[in-house]
């Protein structure tokens, strides 16, 4: 799933920080929340992977309208059209520039163990270098 709606300044911690508040954490075993390069501020979007479906039903009834004080927007939860399931998260990701080690930890994709970052498999061919965004 993808959860748009989040500040400039967030981050993939802010976003497991928050599920774990909400005693979520444990349901979620990848999170990727993609950064600008040059300004190292957020999409506003998130990239979430619930460990069962019926754990993704209660994310979104959970997350989506959710709005943070001080925030004129509210969080919207939509599913992710192009990647489902952890296996396709991993194969996608593993090899991509954006686990680069130039790439900073919290602007990179995590895989989650009942809500403890664990290790991401290591790539199979050498990452390219990442293009910067605008």
Same mark, same amino acid.
């Given at each position: 799933?993808?959860?748009?709606?989040?500040?400039?300044?967030?981050?993939?911690?802010?976003?497991?920080?928050?599920?774990?508040?909400?005693? &979520?954490?444990? *349901?979620?075993?990848? @999170?990727?929340?993609? /950064?600008?390069?040059?300004? +190292?501020?957020?999409?506003? $979007?998130?990239? &979430?992977?619930? *460990?069962?479906?019926? @754990?993704?039903?209660? /994310?979104?009834?959970?997350? +989506?309208?959710?709005?943070? $004080?001080?925030?004129?927007?509210?969080?919207?939860?939509?599913?992710?059209?192009?990647?489902?399931?952890?296996?396709?998260?991993?194969?996608?990701?593993?090899?991509?520039?954006?686990?680069?080690?130039?790439?900073?930890?919290?602007?990179?994709?995590?895989?989650?163990?009942?809500?403890?970052?664990?290790?991401?498999?290591?790539?199979?061919?050498?990452?390219?270098?990442?293009?910067?965004?605008?």
């Amino acid at each position: 799933m993808c959860v748009f709606g989040w500040g400039p300044s967030s981050n993939v911690f802010d976003v497991m920080d928050l599920l774990q508040v909400l005693g &979520l954490s444990p *349901v979620v075993n990848f @999170a990727y929340m993609p /950064l600008h390069w040059r300004s +190292d501020t957020s999409f506003g $979007e998130v990239f &979430l992977n619930a *460990v069962t479906p019926e @754990a993704a039903l209660e /994310l979104w009834g959970i997350l +989506d309208g959710m709005q943070f $004080e001080g925030e004129s927007e509210c969080l919207t939860v939509r599913w992710a059209t192009k990647v489902q399931g952890l296996d396709a998260l991993i194969q996608k990701y593993r090899n991509s520039s954006a686990m680069h080690p130039s790439v900073p930890v919290k602007a990179k994709p995590h895989l989650f163990d009942d809500g403890r970052c664990s290790r991401f498999p290591d790539p199979t061919r050498k990452l390219a270098k990442p293009r910067r965004h605008a």
